[in-house]
């Protein structure tokens, strides 16, 4: 009997444990990123930091843009502020296309196909039909945006084209070459 009160005991308190990992956090743990009188320059270096600092791994690409990797996939975040009013971060992820399908008359049916049933992002093919491009943003006013917001629009964002890839056919996903960071 002692034994059952102590299993009992230790799975209410292992469950428990577990639900606290789970919850989000509140809202005072979160880190308001305030970017006010800052062009896109200042944000992206901004932004980048407040990431790094966070524990994501942070690469900077250009003035105004930087990579941020998460659930082993690079997104492109790109800065657009605009100072009172509607302000967003441009979220990209590019997937690499393998030589012998870039000109696929198949490639192009399937982005439109994308595009025509999808709403969350805009699917495109880049000049030279070398990568597929996906990008969507986060909007958000008074220039200022939390941390919280952007982690939880890139895990957003990385579940749904986890999602993407389960509903297209076999032969799309072969036209996309694979590596860890796609």
Request: glycine share 2%.
């Given at each position: 009997?002692?034994?059952?009160?102590?299993?009992?005991?230790?799975?209410?308190?292992?469950?428990?444990?577990?639900?606290?990992?789970?919850?989000?956090?509140?809202?005072?743990?979160d880190?308001?990123?305030d970017?006010?009188?800052?062009?896109?320059?200042?944000?992206?270096?901004?932004?980048?930091?407040?990431?790094?600092?966070?524990?994501?791994?942070?690469?900077?690409?250009?003035q105004?843009?930087?990579?941020?990797?998460?659930?082993?996939?690079?997104?492109?975040?790109?800065?657009k502020?605009?100072?009172?009013?509607?302000?967003?971060?441009?979220?990209?992820?590019?997937?690499?296309?393998k030589?012998?399908?870039?000109?696929?008359?198949?490639?192009?049916v399937?982005?439109?196909?994308l595009?025509?049933?999808?709403?969350?992002?805009?699917?495109?093919?880049?000049?030279?039909?070398?990568?597929?491009?996906?990008q969507?943003?986060i909007?958000?006013a008074?220039?200022?945006v939390?941390?919280?917001?952007?982690?939880?629009?890139?895990?957003?964002?990385?579940?749904?084209?986890?999602?993407?890839k389960?509903?297209?056919p076999?032969?799309?996903?072969?036209?996309?070459?694979?590596?860890?960071?796609?």
């Open positions: 009997m002692r034994l059952l009160v102590l299993l009992l005991t230790a799975t209410m308190l292992v469950t428990g444990c577990e639900s606290l990992s789970k919850q989000p956090s509140s809202p005072q743990d880190v308001m990123i970017l006010k009188n800052k062009n896109n320059a200042d944000a992206t270096k901004i932004l980048s930091n407040v990431l790094q600092d966070n524990g994501y791994t942070v690469r900077k690409v250009s105004d843009q930087f990579i941020v990797t998460y659930n082993q996939h690079n997104y492109i975040l790109e800065p502020l605009m100072k009172n009013s509607l302000s967003r971060i441009v979220v990209s992820r590019l997937f690499e296309i030589e012998e399908y870039q000109h696929s008359p198949k490639l192009f399937l982005v439109t196909s595009n025509r049933d999808l709403n969350f992002a805009k699917f495109s093919i880049l000049p030279g039909n070398r990568a597929g491009h996906v969507t943003a909007t958000f008074h220039e200022t939390s941390l919280d917001e952007i982690k939880q629009f890139i895990a957003w964002f990385d579940d749904s084209l986890a999602e993407v389960q509903m297209v076999r032969e799309a996903l072969d036209m996309i070459k694979h590596t860890s960071r796609q």
